[in-house]
């Protein structure tokens, strides 16, 4: 569905991506994780058929966004970062007006405006303007709306940020629903446990660079262990001091503001042995370890401009 190879964007000196290779196979949900300013969304928008690349190839549905922009752009759907739906109209003129974009005749756009609006659970709502919708709801809608063409790729960005818990999992369980039917999906997303959900595949990119390919799972056995354990500590304790001293007892240690982290195999005999040593730790977790220790240890903990 889409192959870039040496794929660069610049905007004067300023490179924004860097010479990044990746595929994505139809059927795929596949994602771009990184933190601010990493260029994922400079990608996705050359995916997107609305920047141009300043360097590299770069096939999207077999074709050249460089001459095939527009025929590109008829079979995706794309999910912006902010919901620009028509606030002042209806729920079902938005959905009516989208699907003249595309040529569409008006019978069949009626016909996909029912079906989706069943399938994002606004049917109820068709009538109803847009503007005093929940966040919830919009981005329900933006997401029926990017599917009134049936697009064979779909370019979300941020499809759940600013949702409640409930509103995530629906739209989870919409996208689900896609992918079954055989669309692809391109994601970004900040939410590590999303990524971790929605992505077979995903790349996470530092400094306009892919840093890491692979499904989470792989990714998650081969950057960090197995389990984490979190050590908090009473605030008069200090935390670098500590972690030297606990270091014999991990294969990674992390010292934060408020606890320490501790990457093991065996998170309960590593308790066991940082309790035996004489630690007076005020609070002990032992979890699995995630996609985001995998994020943070590729990318860091400090806050990028």
Same mark, same amino acid.
């Given at each position: ?44 928008? *050359? ?48 959905? *009516? ?107 996470? *990119? ?100």
């Amino acid at each position: 569905m889409v192959e870039a190879r040496a794929l660069e964007k610049r905007f004067g000196d300023f490179v924004a991506v860097d010479r990044v290779d990746f595929a994505i196979e139809p059927g795929e949900s596949f994602g771009f994780l990184g933190p601010n300013g990493a260029g994922k969304t400079s990608t996705m928008r *050359m995916i997107g058929c609305v920047s141009p690349r300043s360097g590299g190839d770069l096939q999207v549905l077999g074709m050249d966004p460089r001459t095939d922009g527009s025929r590109i752009r008829g079979r995706l759907g794309v999910v912006p970062q902010e919901d620009n739906l028509d606030t002042e109209l209806t729920v079902w003129d938005n959905m *009516m007006i989208y699907g003249r974009y595309f040529d569409m005749p008006r019978p069949l756009i009626k016909e996909r405006a029912a079906e989706l609006l069943e399938f994002v659970q606004l049917a109820d709502r068709r009538e109803s303007k847009v503007d005093p919708l929940s966040g919830g709801m919009k981005r329900r809608l933006t997401i029926a709306r990017a599917l009134i063409n049936q697009p064979e790729m779909i370019i979300l960005d941020e499809p759940t940020t600013g949702l409640d818990p409930q509103a995530r999992h629906l739209l989870w369980d919409r996208l689900y629903q896609l992918k079954r039917e055989g669309v692809t999906l391109i994601i970004t997303t900040h939410y590590m446990d999303e990524a971790e959900q929605l992505c077979d595949r995903l790349v996470i *990119m530092d400094e306009a660079r892919i840093v890491a390919e692979g499904s989470p799972r792989d990714l998650i056995s081969t950057y960090v262990t197995r389990e984490v354990v979190e050590v908090r500590f009473p605030l008069s304790v200090e935390r670098d001091e500590v972690a030297k001293r606990v270091g014999q007892f991990a294969e990674r240690v992390e010292p934060l503001a408020d606890r320490v982290l501790l990457y093991t195999h065996d998170g309960d005999g590593t308790v066991a042995s940082v309790t035996s040593a004489g630690f007076d730790a005020s609070a002990v977790l032992v979890r699995r370890a995630s996609l985001e220790d995998v994020f943070l240890i590729l990318t860091g903990r400090s806050l990028e401009d």
